[in-house]
C-alpha cells in the first residue's frame, strides 16, 4: 500500500492550487479527478487582483497572461428604457481607494487555469490521476504517521487502489463526496436558489459596452455580460428562480433559447453569434458547510465549502485563498516547524470568509433587484478615498465600496488569531504596533504594496512580490534612515542570531552547504529576511550598513527611494504606505500567504526580537527567547 | 528554380529580424545559415530600451521575459584606489530625462533571442536551412520579377542549389561574403584595433556591484561587468590593443589567464568561478561599410555595415533597426503602395545611425579612458532634465547625456527625406506642425509614449504599443475636446472618405470580407487609424462622437484621461506630451516602424487630409487629393 502526504481529489482550481503548492514544498501528492481530460473551456474564469498578486507570487502570472485573457477595468449597468435600455452608470472594477498592484479582473476561461497548474506541477513530477474517483475513507490511525486510509476506484474499468496519507483533501466542488461522508451539512443563508445558464461565444453586436462587464436590466429579464479571451463574451442569464411560482429546479434552456432571450434583452441593440464556445446551464443555490473539517486530517474547501451565485465572481478566487491557506499550515506541520494547533485557523479564517462572501452575494443580489444607482453615485463611489469625504457617502456608496474591496479580495480580513496578532494575543510586548499606534498595516490583512530600488541591481522592483511564495515567513525590516538605526541593526541582528531567537531555532540542517546563489532561504526554510532603508540606493553599502545576517539576504535589500502618487509627500514612500516612522522602521512580519501576520516597533536594545520570540512563541514547536531571561 | 521574395543569408538577429517581419507579412522567404545550429549561448546579450518597445511591439517581449534576463538600471565606475579599486559613482543606464517605457537594459544571451525569433517564424511557416553557405549572386535581370539569381550549397555534403530572388539580404556578420562580392569597402573611423576577451559565467564573489553593469579601471588592467540571466556575469577584458607597441591582433587569452587576470583587477574583492558558460576572445576595429546596397535588389545589414567595440551594447539593437527600418520598405514596394525611390532611404537612414554609433563608441573609449568622471559630475547627469539647470552642466555631463540618449535607442533620429516631414519635403502644406510651433514631436524620432484608456473596454494601455508592427502607417488622430472637433472630426473623415485620399487610394480588395473583429486593418493593410480624445472615457460614445471610418477602428478610440507624472498640469497627457493642443488636438503619422513622419493641424474643412495627401503623394504608386482640386 503506497503512503501519501496528502490525497487531493479534484483537480480544479482548488485541488490544483494546493497540489501545486506542496508539489513545489516536497510533498508526496496524490491528485486525483473523475474527469478523464481537464477542463478544456468555459467554468470559471475571473481571476480577482488579489488573486492575481497571489498566481504572481507563485510565478505564474507570465503563464496566464500569455493565454491573452480580457480585463475588465468597469462595470457598466443598464437599465430599461423607452426604447429598451439605456446605460444609467459605470464604475470602476478595482477602484482607486484600494491600492492594488493589478486593478482589473482577469477573464480567462477555466481550461487555460488548470493547463497553467498543470504545467507547473508536472516540474515537480506530479501528475493528476483521471479518471479515478473516491469510493471511501477512514481515519483509523492504524499507521500513526499516515492515519488515513482512502479507497480509489478508475470510474470505467472499476480498478481499485487503497493509499494511506497524512491527509485527505475533498475539493471536488459542490457534490463533494468527501464532506457527504462526513456527514457535514450545508447551510443557506438565503433560501433563493437559482437556475442560470451561462454561454461563451464570439458575437457581433452594436452593443456599445460588449467588451465590458455588464449589468443588464430589461423589460425582457435580466442579463450578465463578461468579456473574455480571444473575442468571446459570457453572457448569464437567470432562467428560474425558486422565487418563481412555478419554480423547477430542473428547468433548462437551448443554446437558441438563449440568444433570443438576449436578442429581446439588448434590444434596441443587436447580436449575432459567429460560434458558441461553451455552453451550460446549472441551478445553485447560496450555500456552506458548516465544518471545514472534523478531525483536522480529512479536509474539504472550495465549492465543496461554499456554493453561490456565478454573478459575484468570486468562486475560484476564494477557492485558490482556500487552498493557499491550508497549504501552508500543512507544510509548517510536517517540516516540524509549527504545533498541530495551527490547523484549526483553517477553518476559522476561511469559513469567515465564506460567509461574508455569501453575505456580500446576499448584498449584491439586493443591489442589483431592488436599487438601481444612478450616474452620480456611482461617480462619486468611483473616485479616490481622499476625494469622497465621508458625509457625501450614502448607504448605496458605503455598500458598494465595500463590495468592491470584497469582491478584489483586499476586502478579506482575518481576525485576530495565534498568526494575526491583536490585544488578545498571548504576545504582551508594549512594541506590537496597531493602526491606532505606529503602524497603517491591519494584521490579517495582505501587505500594503510598496515599489523600491533592490540595492544589489538598482532594479526598480515591487517589494510585496520579491519574497516568492515559498512557504516562508516574510521579515520585512524597516530600518528607517541608516544615519540612526545602525545600532539598533545591530542590536536586532545579535537577538536574532541567539540559539533560541524565532530566527536560529528553526536553521536549516544543511546551513553548510546551502549554496552561495541562494536568495531567498539561505539560513531557514521558514524566514525570508528583506531589509528597507529610508536612503538613497547609493548611499547603501550591504557589507557595511548591514549586520552579517542580514546582508546574507543581499538580494532582499532595498532603497525605499521611489516616489508614489499615494503619499507624494514622503521622503520614503514604502515606509509612509506601511505608516511606519521614516526615521526609525519598524519590523512587519507577513505569513507565508501574504497577509500581515504583526507589526513590531524597531528599537535599540533585544525588545523587537523579545516580542517577535513571543509572537512566534504562542505556534511553533520549540520554547524561544529564554536566553534574554537569563541576561 | 524556386523563387522568393527574399533570400535573406545568416540567422542572427539581423537576419531573424528581417525574416520575422517579412514572414508575419506574407512574403516567402528563404533564409540560410552556415552554422549547423542556432546559437546555443553567449554572443550579443544586450537590449535597449527602444529595442524592448520594438520587441514588445511584435509581441515578442513576454516570451523574451520567460527566460528571465538581468536588467541594467544603473552603471557603476570602480577606478583605482590605494587599495586596489573603489567605486567613483553610478549613473542611471537609461535616467529619467528619456521618456523611456522600459528604462532599463534587458541582458539575455542570443541563444535565447535566436530562439525567440525562430519559435516565431515557425509560425508562419519559415524554418532556417542550416547549414547552407551563399557562393554566389548576381542581379542579372533575366526575370523581372525575381532579379537576383543566389547560388547556395550545403556547408557539408556541398549539395548546390540555385534560386532566383527579389531581393537578396546579406546578414553575414562582419567577414559578409554579400559585402565582399559587391567590393565594398569598410572605413575605418578610428584607427585602433582591440582585441577582446569575453567570458560568461557563474561566480561568486565579495565585489558589491557583481549585479551592476560595471566598468572597473585598476592598475591592473580594465574590465567591464555585465550582469546576465541566471546568476551568470559577463566580464569583457581588453587583451590587446592596436595602441600596443607589440600589437599582434591574433593575440589570444585562456579562461584561465581571463580568470587570472579579473581576479588581478578587482583585488582586493575576491572573486571565484563556478563554472564558465561560454568564452570567445576576437580582434575587432571601428568600421562602416560604404554602401548598404547597389542596386537596391541585394543589401546587406547588420555586422555587415558597422563594427565596433563590444562596449557600447549596440551591435544587436543597430542589426534589429537595421532590419525593422528595410523590412516595411520592401513590404510596401511590393504590396504596390510605395514607388521603389523609397529603397534608397534605407541605407541613407541607418548608415547615419552606424556613423552616429561609430562616433560614439570613439566618444566613449575616450570618457573612460582619458577622463573619469567624478562622482559629483555623474550625480548631476542622473537627475531629471528639468533639475539640471543648463549652466550646470559640463562637456563630460553633456556628452553623457547625448550618449545615455543614443545608447538607450531614444537618440535615433532619421533626418528629414521622404518619410520624416520638414521644410524641405515636398508637401508644403501650412498645416505641418513642428517643434517651433505647435508640438514637441520630432520628425525622424520614435513616438512619445503615452498611457491612455481604450473607450472600448476601459483598459488602461500604452497608446505607442496598441498599434502592432503590421507594417501599417498609424495615424493618430488627437481629437482635442469632444465638444470643440465634432465638425473637425467630420470634415477630416469626409475628405478621407474620398477616392483619391491616401487612406481610401489603398483600400483593401477585399473589404466586403474583413472579419467584422479585424482590429487594426479592417479597411486598409497601409494604415491603422486610432482617435484619442481629450475627455473621460464615460463621455465617449464611439457610435455617436465619431463619423463611420473612424468608428469602425472601434478597438482604437482612447480616452486622454490618465494622470501623467511628467505632465502633472496637463488634462490631457497624452496630448501635452505631443505637444498637440489640448483643444483642438492634431495628427500624427508614425511610420509603420515607430517613428514620427508628420504631425499635422487638425482644421475645419478638407485641410488636414489635404496635407496628408501630399505628405503621402510624395512617395505612394497612386496620385492622391485629385478631387479637392476639382471642388
Known sequence: MDNYDVVIVGAGPVGLMLATCLARWGYKIKNIDNRPEPTKTGRADGIQPRSMDLLRNMGLKRKLMSYVPAKVYEVAFWDPSKNGIMRTGTWASCPKFIDARYPFTTLIHQGHIEDMFLGDMQKYGVEVQRPWTITGFKNDGKDKTYPVEVNLEHAKTKEKETVRTKYLFGGEGARSFVREQLKIPIHHKDPIANVWGVMDGVVRTNFPDIKMKCTIHSDAGSIMVIPREDNMVRLYIQIAS???PDFNPRKTATEQEMMDHAKKILNPYWIEWDRVEWFSVYPIGQGISEKYTLDERVFIGGDACHTHSPKAGQGMNTAFLDAANLAWKIHHIESGFTKREVLSTYESERKLVAEELLDFDARYAKLFSTRLPSAGEVGAAATTASDAKPADENEFVKTFKASCEFTSGYGVAYKENMFNWG????AKSPLFLATDRGTK???GRILVPATVTR??????VHL???IPLNGSYRVYIFAGRLQKTSQTLKDFTK???KKSSFYSAFLRDDIDSVSYHERHNPDSHFFTLATIFNAKRTEIEIMEHLPKTLARYRDHV???DVWDVRVPDAKAAAHAKMGLDEENGGVVIVRPDGYVGCVVKLVEGSGTVDALNEYFGSFV???????????
Do not use: F, I, M, W
Open 423 to 426: 490585544p488578545q494575543h498571548s
Open 558 to 560: 532595498y532603497a525605499d
Open 455 to 460: 540595492v544589489v541591481d538598482a532594479n526598480v
Open 621 to 631: 514547536t520549540k520554547k524561544l527567547g529564554g536566553e534574554q531571561a537569563v541576561l
Open 464 to 466: 510585496e512580490q520579491e
Open 495 to 497: 537577538a536574532l542570531d
Open 242 to 244: 425558486s422565487t418563481d
Open 441 to 443: 498595516l491591519r494584521t
